[in-house]
């Protein structure tokens, strides 16, 4: 089975722009996830999409926005980009069940640079 | 608001020694937690997890402690190899099913 795969793996913007992060996520599994990790820190949960809709949110303003396609692969929106964005982006995905644990499969990342 | 800590930002144990990595949680709601490996430049990689009505589970060379009174989880790592090296984070979920909140990690380094 394939895992969770990301792109870009690196990209570097300039404040304002945007930018967009695509995910494809492992065989199988139809919620994705996405993380935002600074440097030294652990993730930080921006969103959740399960059937092509959003499933919970973190603490992250609106110019953070995503989506879901019928083969459940995903992306991540950043708009108006600052400094403080750049991080690495990191999307998991899982098979939503309605019992039991949800282990999450990580991609690799796409490391995001704002100058 | 709620978070999940590790003790020690740095641990460095000898080669074949068994390391033991701490993380303390603050949300008493918590009923599952996780703990991920994260290598340079790759994704967290699930190691072992445990729901809140357990208070230990083990895996191949891993244990996980859950200690719900004093809000404390631990990672034990039986006879560590130089492969473990890594960043180790606790999570917890709550609420939102695959809502996880990590801590800042702890880097585990093995000497030879």
């Known amino acids: 089975e394939t895992g969770v795969t990301q792109s870009p793996t690196h990209l570097i913007k300039t404040r304002g722009q945007q930018v967009t992060l695509r995910c494809s996520s492992q065989?199988?599994?139809?919620?994705v996830s996405w993380y935002q990790q600074a440097l030294g820190q652990g993730p930080q949960f921006i969103f959740q999409?399960?059937?092509?809709?959003?499933?919970g949110r973190g603490n992250f303003p609106p110019r953070f926005s995503g989506l879901q396609f019928p083969n459940y692969s995903s992306e991540l929106n950043v708009n108006a980009l600052e400094l403080d964005d750049s991080a690495l982006y990191l999307c998991?995905?899982?098979?939503?069940?309605?019992?039991?644990?949800?282990?999450?499969?990580f991609g690799a990342g796409s490391r995001l640079t704002v100058l | 608001g709620e978070s999940v800590g590790l003790h020690l930002p740095t641990l460095s144990v000898q080669e074949g020694d068994n390391s033991i990595i701490n993380c303390a949680y603050s949300n008493s709601a918590s009923d599952y937690f996780i703990w991920y490996k994260q290598e340079s430049g790759k994704g967290p990689q699930f190691i072992i997890d445990?729901?809140?009505?357990?208070d230990k589970r083990q895996g191949q060379r891993v244990t996980v402690l859950l200690n719900k009174t004093v809000k404390h989880l631990s990672l034990q790592i039986a006879a560590t190899q130089p492969g473990d090296s890594a960043v180790y984070f606790c999570?917890?979920?709550?609420?939102?099913?695959?809502?996880?909140?990590f801590g800042t990690g702890t880097r585990l380094q093995v000497t030879l």
């Open positions: 445990i729901r809140s009505n357990m």
């Open positions: 998991a995905s899982h098979l939503q069940v309605s019992s039991g644990a949800n282990v999450l499969t």
């Open positions: 999409y399960y059937r092509e809709e959003e499933n």
């Open positions: 065989s199988g599994h139809n919620t």
């Open positions: 999570a917890d979920e709550t609420g939102t099913a695959s809502k996880l909140t």
